[in-house]
């Protein structure tokens, strides 16, 4: 009868081993290792740094530029930046606003040569401007006083198309030279309203 009682007391005992260390394994699975990517727990994302800029955009009725605040992807080099920019300008407003450029265009890049951004665009820009002087006005001066306002160093802009100059966007305002910014077709970016072109 002994040798019964302690037979099935070793079995208990085994029993009970064996659930303490499976149960210990389970905690250290589940508890004590680092989630993928090697990374606690604990540690929370950081989140990524952004930038504020003024882009410029035609007022609903376009005859004028507006001046709207966006957060874009902050950077450290300058080239980068300005393409940034230039790319949150094209893809157009996020208000009530009016878009100034052809939504399909495309920013192929943009250097900076003592003190004039050369901007280069795909041939969208002007294939698919919708033309007339006004319009092609607030493209041309909503790119130029865009840039200027971010970076006080530009003070004028030179539109190319896959790397060439091009003589006009659509027949309009003169890109065979240098275009300076001008504020006169701006809203003021203190929210002032600026007098309309031609006034």
């Known amino acids: 009868m002994k040798t019964k009682l302690s037979r099935q007391n070793l079995l208990l005992l085994a029993f009970l081993l064996l659930l303490v260390v499976f149960g210990a394994l ?15 727990a ?10 504020e800029v003024l882009l410029y955009f035609a007022a609903k009725d376009a005859a004028y530029l507006v001046a709207e ?16 920019t230039v790319q949150a300008l094209v893809d157009g407003p996020v208000g009530d606003l009016a878009p100034i450029f052809p939504s399909h265009a495309q ?8 003190g004039v951004a050369v901007v280069d665009f795909s041939p969208e820009v002007a294939a698919g401007h919708p033309g007339g002087s006004m319009s092609e006005l ?15 160093h530009i003070r004028q802009v030179r539109i190319l198309v896959e790397g060439k100059e091009i003589p ?13 910014a001008d504020f006169r077709f701006a809203r003021d970016p203190s929210g002032a309203q600026a007098p309309r072109a031609g006034e």
């Open 168 to 180: 006009t966007l659509k027949g309009h305002v003169d890109l065979r030279e240098p275009v300076k």
């Open 26 to 40: 389970v905690v250290r699975k589940f508890l004590g290792t680092t989630p993928r990517g090697g990374r606690p």
């Open 107 to 114: 920013v192929r890049g943009v250097v900076v040569e003592e």
């Open 69 to 84: 605040s966006r957060q874009i992807p902050d950077c450290l080099e300058e080239t980068e930046c300005l393409m940034e």
């Open 138 to 152: 607030l493209t041309v001066y909503g790119l130029a006083d865009t840039l200027a306002v971010n970076f006080p």
């Open 42 to 51: 604990s540690v929370a994302e950081t989140p990524a740094a952004e930038r």
